[in-house]
């Protein structure tokens, strides 16, 4: 078994956007050139700007987006390549966990309907066998079975997501993604779920892709962590090193926007303030996508693009400016 | 609710359509409405029996010596009056009234069933087929609809009607009967020019629900397009085609009064209100009831479907309140 579940090669999934009846507009590159793996079991976080593509990528994991070009292999198997029935039978062994925990439930539905739907679609077992893993499932999540009969409206947010995550569960699924599952909850309720989550990856050792565009959210519940920019990873590395450490500049400049709990030093350190808006998707600069905005640009950044490249062990960054002999941009 | 019981018996939850329908019960107008209909409907289906049996007087029933019963005004044997042949109003409104509601009812089925299939075709298909269905739709629009009803009318009616309505007439009134595959025609014309709106209500709402998480979700788990269309997609246009199906019933009716108007429509000895009305006004001047009844009864069930529609509307979705 190899120790990689997911592969992702160059990735690319452009939007079409502004196509009238006749004639042509221009696309949205969400996501634009991602080469990832995902390790058997590890939690990989995914941090980035609201808009830079994550959600995008983690759909197009799934192809509930199709991608324009580049290549998904799940377990040694081309995703992309398979018809829409054998993609359908995969779709057992991979899940997604939604933002908006009230969108992404049927609001005609029961509670016991939308986490019985999963199962009635890839087994053919009788209402008293589907019920009684539904009542169990919600007991695995942390729901009452006797509001099995209710209906989305009538629940909290932080319930309404441990349904969601009912219904991921409900095939057994190996491989989640789980699209910023807590942004949308109050403070009080985050740290409940995120534990649920971590308990429930231990006890039926999931693989998760966990997009947030909080890099505080990910952080302890992350073994690994990519950056996004503009539809890139601009940063790939271990959850330590990467806040201990950042080297590629927008990175570094995402971590010193954090505020650090200790006064003392929160009044001292010093803070990277990013110029300019981040540009837009259907029109990204050429060469390193983060030139307009990045305090170290050069002339040659603004033509070569720069490749995921190990700078440190296990530690990749896209910086045309660095390099293993040269890990810190500051002295460059 | 956060600490939850761990054991407790099954709580039955409320469906929105159960909202919905407390919402309803609470609306005055929408109350009145509804019982209105319900009333209108009973007798309109068994008072003509009823007339007929306790008096002998039915619909197209003109006396031996009609000279006598001309025009009479409403007494205890005719309630609403005769007309100017000698038959009675009051029946004559009621087995009406089974026609202006069957036109309503039927024109509104048809315009549902190529309204609601349009609409989620073009929807759901999104894209090239989506801008050409609906640009289709715009030109139709932009015909009088009333042109297309008369010109559908002219071409089939009478005796060019197609050989299945004239088989339907038929069956429900015997050989030959002129009169009623004119009405049957009726339907369908009026039905074939309200699905329109119909179908960029329906086709609006697949747009907005097909991106929604929970369509994702579906897809997620792996359900099939037909799932989709039929468990999540549908039942989620529902309430607003409800609420514009309520709608389209009075509309409808009051075109076939219009219709009937231009002589068009209904052709005695058949009736509807509008019909009637039409024939009212002729002698209104001297014989009052002879509008005031049918018109009263015609306005009362418009009303009614309006109040119901409204209340439907503000029941089954109440973020969009009127302004
Ligand atoms: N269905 C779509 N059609 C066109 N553009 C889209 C669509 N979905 C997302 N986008 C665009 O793609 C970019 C990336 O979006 P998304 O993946 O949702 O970002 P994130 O999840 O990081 O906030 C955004 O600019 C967004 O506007
Ligand atoms: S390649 Fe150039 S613009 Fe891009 S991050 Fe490195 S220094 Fe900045
Ligand atoms: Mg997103």
């Known amino acids: ?332 | 609710m956060n600490e939850l019981p761990k054991t407790g018996k099954v709580e039955k939850g409320a469906s929105l359509w159960r909202d919905a329908w407390q919402r309803l019960l609470k609306n005055r107008l929408a109350v009145f409405g509804l019982v209105v209909l319900i009333l209108m409907s009973t007798a309109v289906i068994v008072g003509p029996a009823i007339i007929e049996w306790t008096t002998g007087y039915t619909y197209d029933f003109i006396p031996d010596d009609p000279t006598l019963y001309r025009s009479m005004p409403p007494s205890a044997a005719h309630w609403m009056g005769t007309d100017d042949a000698g038959r009675d109003i009051f029946a004559r409104v009621l087995q009406g009234g089974r026609i202006s509601l069957l036109v309503g009812i039927i024109s509104t089925a048809v315009s549902l069933i190529v309204g609601v299939t349009y609409g989620s075709i073009a929807g759901y298909l999104g894209g090239r087929i989506d801008n050409v269905m609906m640009r289709i739709v715009d030109i139709l629009y932009a015909i009088p609809y009333i042109l297309i009803v008369i010109v559908l009318l002219a071409v089939f009616g009478s005796s060019n009607s197609p050989a299945w309505i004239k088989w339907l007439a038929a069956t429900v009134g015997g050989e030959g009967n002129q009169g009623l595959s004119q009405i049957i025609l009726l339907f369908f014309a009026l039905g074939l020019v309200s699905w329109l709106t119909m179908a960029r209500v329906v086709r609006g709402q697949v747009l907005s629900l097909k991106n929604q998480d929970f369509i994702l979700a579906a897809r997620a788990t792996g359900v099939r397009v037909p799932g989709i269309i039929f468990r999540h997609i549908i039942p989620n246009t529902l309430g607003p085609v409800i609420v514009y199906a309520t709608l389209t019933v009075p509309s409808v009716m009051l075109t076939e009064a219009f219709l009937s108007y231009l002589g068009l429509g209904v052709q005695p000895p058949y009736a509807s209100w509008g019909s009637l009305a039409n024939d009212g006004i002729k002698n209104l001047a001297i014989y009052p009831w002879q509008l005031i009844f049918p018109g009263l009864t015609m306005a009362l069930t418009l009303f009614s479907l309006n109040f119901l529609g409204d209340g439907l509307r503000d029941a089954l979705d109440p973020q969009t309140r009127k302004f």
């Open chain 1, 1 to 332: 078994m190899s120790e990689d579940l997911i592969k992702i090669r160059d990735l690319k999934v452009h939007y079409r956007t502004g196509r009238r009846l006749f004639g042509s507009g221009s696309d949205v590159r969400a996501v634009d050139g991602v080469s990832l793996d995902i390790r058997r079991g590890e939690t990989l976080g995914l941090v980035g700007e609201s808009g830079c593509g994550k959600s995008t990528l983690g759909r197009a994991i799934l192809r509930l987006t199709e991608p324009t070009s580049g290549s998904i292999s799940y377990d040694g198997e081309d995703l992309l390549s398979l018809s829409g029935g054998e993609m359908r039978r995969r779709r057992k062994r991979l899940q997604m966990i939604f933002q908006d925990p009230y969108a992404s439930l049927d609001p005609r539905m029961t509670v016991g309907q939308i986490i019985a739907e999963p199962i009635r679609t890839f087994e053919s077992v009788s209402r008293r066998d589907a019920e009684s893993r539904v009542t169990r499932l919600m007991e695995t999540v942390g729901l009452s079975p006797k509001f099995i009969r209710r209906y989305p409206h009538e629940f909290s947010g932080g319930q309404r997501q441990r349904i969601g995550i009912a219904r991921a569960l409900a095939v057994e699924p190996e491989f989640l993604v789980a699209d910023e599952p807590i942004s949308a909850l109050d403070v009080s309720i985050q740290a409940q779920i995120l534990n649920l989550l971590q308990d429930l990856r231990a006890e039926q050792r999931l693989t998760y892709l966990f997009i947030s565009h909080d890099l505080r959210a990910v952080r302890h519940i992350s073994d690994r962590i990519a950056v996004m920019y503009l539809g890139r990873v601009v940063e790939l590395a271990d959850a330590r090193d990467l806040y201990d450490d950042p080297l590629m500049p927008y990175t570094q400049a995402l971590i010193s926007a954090l505020p650090v709990p200790d006064p003392k030093v929160e009044a001292r350190r010093e803070r990277i303030t990013l110029k300019g808006e981040i540009p837009s998707p259907l029109d990204p600069p050429e060469g390193c996508h983060f030139h307009t905005r990045c305090p170290y640009a050069v002339e040659s950044c603004k033509r070569s693009t720069p490749q995921l490249v190990e700078i440190k062990p296990r530690h990749f960054a896209a910086c045309s400016r660095i390099g293993p002999g040269t890990p810190d941009i500051r002295s460059v």
